[in-house]
């Protein structure tokens, strides 16, 4: 692989507080080298702000190895940059060339206001899980691991769907910044095993309800969240939340 | 000062014994007693759902946005258990002995033992909170070999399995969180403990958002915050990862124990340049397949595909006939350092050596092709069978060298180098895992106790969730059973307002130094001394050295630092400010223990006391206990030991030629 270095503009969102009103401001990079991850180019940058005694930019960032989840910007209009099936941190700057110019925001959604710069506020996604995305059995309550068979398949489905990050990435790329994405995995997660099948019907019709509650829109179908996914989290469990929130509403008790 | 309260009896029913005796606070009184539990990752999430779940007042605190976020998440390989499911003779025991052996020789039997006794309950609880583990086609668990033991007893969901435990001791916690029994605060950071005659009874933390500092009681305080092996900056941590909540309880009593012993991991993807930011882990079960080696020839300059096999030093399988490329850890990381500083290092740094996978993939290639039947193959055909059969076994971290390298692994040899990965030690714990403040607790890899000076892979989950799940519950009540007579003490006692006060003035201090150089360019020069001097190899003239160099630094950093911003907004500059402050103190502590650690044991290699040939040479005379560190003021420890007594195993020295 041939490394090269770039000169760039980078032109990122400035916002103090959720309060402020925030703007656009450019800052030209130089000697970027294509090694570097995404992210540390803007730790270049922010170096660079601290020495001549400006703030640097926020932004939220933890593993930088694409699992944690917290990493979070649209890259020229496109929740974690160019490439597919990817976060921001594991993205590298030979997705770049010398003279480009990147325009980075934060996630765009009602439901996720803009704590500071690039960082957001996700907290409405663990409101969703505390609805009822989990399995309620107490420490100490388990049976032997290997007492309860589950067919291979749906064990593989599950796990599929449990690979959902939490970065909100579905959110921001949707039109309606719907989190039908993001709550299906879970819905689907639990639903595939017998263990989640107590609570089947109230977990959908709960977890539904509170992202509602949240402000986040409908789904339209558009797709843009399975496009967009790091993960790759399948649009099909939002076929099967569908299919949940029907059969639990069809045959509702109470 | 060290009483480490093991049960007396038998190893194999202490902890029954335990259980049996301990003290027990009944639902009502359980109400009235609040805890704090401080980090969200394995150990933190799981202790703070389970205490939640058993009814006491909960407070839980993490510095990411999400209790989620935890680096535990970042666990690829899997998780250990003692369940002998594949009826290949494993057992408690078995488990035991390979942990306390693999920390070569410096762990305590008692609690090893409990963790391989509970190691089975954990794969039940995480099975019944929906844990996706990967399966066999009748349904059943399935298990995969993993570092070094002869038993396969590793559970694992792919490469992920950290985060899927994770997620699940997550919903455990948020299921309390609604229930009212927990209350989360995300985006908060411990900045100090609060101690009442004597006892632990709150925090100091900071929102990290309204920059405003916050009292916090707690009947007890559990300290789960993870390891600190971010003191050399470059590590597979994750970047927040930090030893700020550890380092505060330990100026404020709490014992430091072994904080020498670091694991580096043999299998990390190099440094690219002086921008790095943080080092990524490729998964030890590479070393079942790759052959690891570099040029015979100084200063090569050809492609790895142009050098010839002749010109090829594969110096594991040379220096190692027997267990070739899968020596343990620690001995494939020093020898890997060996090559690249005599000058046969590979890569734009110099600072990597080759892991190829060519060999395996004609190898597969031909076992397909027999498979099948096929005979008279061309040589690229087989290779085109063979990468099939690689991708399948390794795909995930392929894809994930090639994001991050822009080479494609399946063509040409990857590049790795050791890396810090985990820290085994960490504050001083008794059985119950309190440190040596009362009310204090340690769990997870904050705590030093299970893994000695070398942790064995698929061990760090198992403990992380045996401290939270299925431990602290029962010794923490033990404890509490005494509090039930003191109500909740007022935040404006005046221990709350001084502490409070001591940390504004703190970051005071650091705001208004208003220097020249930023925050991470401290870490930066801190984690090159470490990792220069106290890193894979050590020597008494190198620690010494380390130690001058560390305590100038802390100079220069507490009157040049710069920090933009303000005291009372978010501002990551100022939290990462108080956690390098912390370092630069830590990092001189581990030099201090590794210079007087005479001996070579697991990850702490001192080149001065080692086997003619270059191997690690311990010292169980003089050296077998447990050096826990008590803090005296700015420089100053004394050493306390806690002797290290082996009633069922007996230590050897380890061979791998």
């Known amino acids: 692989m041939e490394h090269y270095n770039m000169n760039l503009t980078v032109k990122v969102w400035r916002q103090k507080n959720s309060r402020a009103q925030g703007n656009f401001e450019s800052y030209s990079v130089k000697n970027i080298s294509s090694e570097m991850s995404f992210l ?34 649209y890259i020229n209009g496109k929740p974690h940059g160019p490439w597919q099936a990817n ?133 339209t179908n558009t797709g843009a969240c399975e496009a967009t996914c790091p993960k790759e989290i399948s649009i099909s469990n939002i076929a099967r939340l569908n299919h949940e929130y029907l059969r639990a509403g069809l045959t509702a008790e109470k | 000062m060290l009483d480490a309260k093991i049960p007396s009896g038998p190893l194999e ?39 939640g779940e058993l009814g006491y007042k909960v407070k839980a605190f993490c510095f990411q946005d999400s209790p989620r976020r935890a680096h535990s998440i970042a666990a690829q390989g899997g998780i250990n258990a003692a369940k002998n499911y594949q009826n290949d003779g494993d057992s408690v025991f078995r488990l035991f002995y390979d942990t306390i052996k693999g920390g070569d020789y410096r762990a305590r039997e008692a609690n090893v033992h409990r963790l391989a006794e509970v190691s089975g309950n954990i794969i039940d609880q995480c099975v019944a909170q929906g844990v996706p583990f990967a399966r066999e086609y009748g349904g ?26 994770l997620i699940g001791a997550y919903q455990a916690l948020e299921r309390q969180v609604a229930l009212g029994n927990v209350t989360m605060y995300s985006r908060h950071e411990m900045l100090e403990v609060v101690k009442i005659d004597g006892k632990a009874r709150g925090i100091i933390a900071r929102d990290l958002v309204k920059g405003t500092l916050e009292r916090h009681f707690g009947h007890a305080v559990l300290l789960c915050t993870g390891g ?63 052959r690891i080696w570099v040029p015979k020839k100084k200063g090569e300059t050809r492609k790895a595909t142009d050098i010839p096999e002749e010109e090829r030093d594969y110096y594991l399988e040379r220096r190692y006939p027997a267990f070739g490329n899968l020596v343990p850890r620690d001995v494939a990381s020093r020898a890997a350092k060996e090559r690249c500083d005599e000058g046969y290092g590979v890569g734009t740094s110099k600072q990597a050596v080759y892991l190829d996978f060519a060999d395996a993939i004609v190898r597969y290639g031909k076992i397909e092709a027999g498979k099948e039947g096929k005979q008279n193959l061309s040589m690229d055909e087989i290779i085109v069978m063979g990468k099939e059969v690689v991708k399948e076994k390794y795909g995930n971290l392929f894809d994930m060298y090639e994001k991050i390298t822009g080479e494609n692994p399946y063509e040409v040899p990857m590049r790795i180098y050791p890396a810090v990965h985990y820290t085994m030690g960490g504050l001083w714990v008794d059985y119950e895992l309190q440190t040596t403040v009362p009310g204090l607790y340690a ?99 190198g620690l010494q050295q380390a130690i ?110």
């Open chain 1, 87 to 219: 976060t921001t941190c594991q993205l590298h700057m030979r997705a770049f060339k010398d003279g480009d110019t990147i325009v980075v925001e934060p996630w765009r959604s009602a439901a996720f206001p803009v704590i500071k710069d690039l960082m957001v506020d996700r907290s409405a996604f663990d409101r969703i899980v505390q609805a009822g995305g989990f399995v309620s059995v107490n420490t100490g309550n388990a049976v032997d691991g290997n007492s309860i068979p589950i067919n291979k398949d749906a064990a593989d489905a599950s796990f599929a769907a449990a690979m959902c990050i939490g970065c909100g990435a579905c959110v921001a790329a949707c039109k309606n910044s719907s989190a039908m994405l993001f709550l299906s995995a879970k819905v689907a997660h639990l639903a595939l095993l017998p263990q989640g099948d107590p609570e089947r019907k109230s977990r959908v019709m709960n977890m539904v309800a509170q992202m509602d509650k949240e402000g986040f829109g409908a789904c």
């Open chain 2, 548 to 657: 001058r160099e560390i305590q100038e630094l802390k100079k220069e950093f507490w009157s040049d630092v710069r920090i933009p911003g303000s005291v009372d907004e978010m501002n990551p500059e100022l939290d990462k400010a108080n956690r390098v402050a912390d370092f630069l103190e830590l990092g001189e502590l581990m030099c201090q223990d590794a210079y007087n650690r005479n001996e070579s044991c697991g990850g702490h290699f001192r080149e001065d006391f080692q086997t003619p040939d270059g191997e690690a040479l311990r010292d169980d005379n003089n050296y077998m206990y447990v050096a826990a560190w008590e803090y005296k003021g700015e420089h100053e420890w004394t050493l306390h030991k806690e002797p290290l007594e082996y009633d069922v195993v007996k230590p050897t020295q380890r061979s791998y030629k």
């Open chain 2, 228 to 290: 600190y092996g971010n003191v050399f900056y470059l590590s597979t941590n994750a970047m927040g990862s930090n030893v700020t909540a550890a380092w505060k309880a330990h100026k404020q009593g709490a014992a430091f124990a072994n904080p020498c012993f670091t694991q580096i991991h043999p299998t990390c993807i190099p440094v690219s340049g002086d921008h790095q930011s943080k080092l990524t882990l490729m998964s030890e079960s590479l070393r079942n397949d790759g």
């Open chain 2, 13 to 51: 029913t202490k902890w029954t014994e335990y259980k049996g005796h301990c003290k027990l606070v009944n639902p009502a009184n359980k109400r009235k007693l609040e805890v704090i539990v401080v980090g969200t990752g394995l150990a933190g999430a799981s202790a703070a759902a389970t205490l």
């Open chain 1, 40 to 73: 540390e180019m803007i730790d270049v940058l922010n170096e660079e702000l601290i020495v001549e005694g400006k703030e640097p930019i926020a932004f939220d960032h933890d593993c930088r190895e694409g699992i944690c989840g917290q990493c979070s910007m």
């Open chain 2, 443 to 541: 769990l997870g890899e904050a705590n030093f106790s299970d893994h000695g000076a070398n942790r064995l892979g698929a061990s760090a989950l198992m403990q992380g969730l045996a401290d939270g799940y299925f431990v602290i519950p029962y010794t923490l009540g033990n404890n509490l059973a005494e509090e039930i007579y003191n109500k909740a003490i007022e935040t404006s006692h005046p221990a709350f307002e001084a502490t409070e006060k001591e940390v504004a003035s703190r970051i005071e201090k650091l705001m208004s130094i208003n220097g020249k150089q930023s925050v991470e360019s401290f870490h930066k020069r801190l984690g090159k001394i470490m990792w220069e001097k106290c890193g894979m190899a050590r020597n008494k003239e």
């Open chain 2, 140 to 165: 059943l668990l399935s298990n995969r070999s993993f570092g070094g033991t002869q038993v396969q007893r590793t559970f694992y969901a792919a490469g992920q399995t950290g985060q899927q435990l």
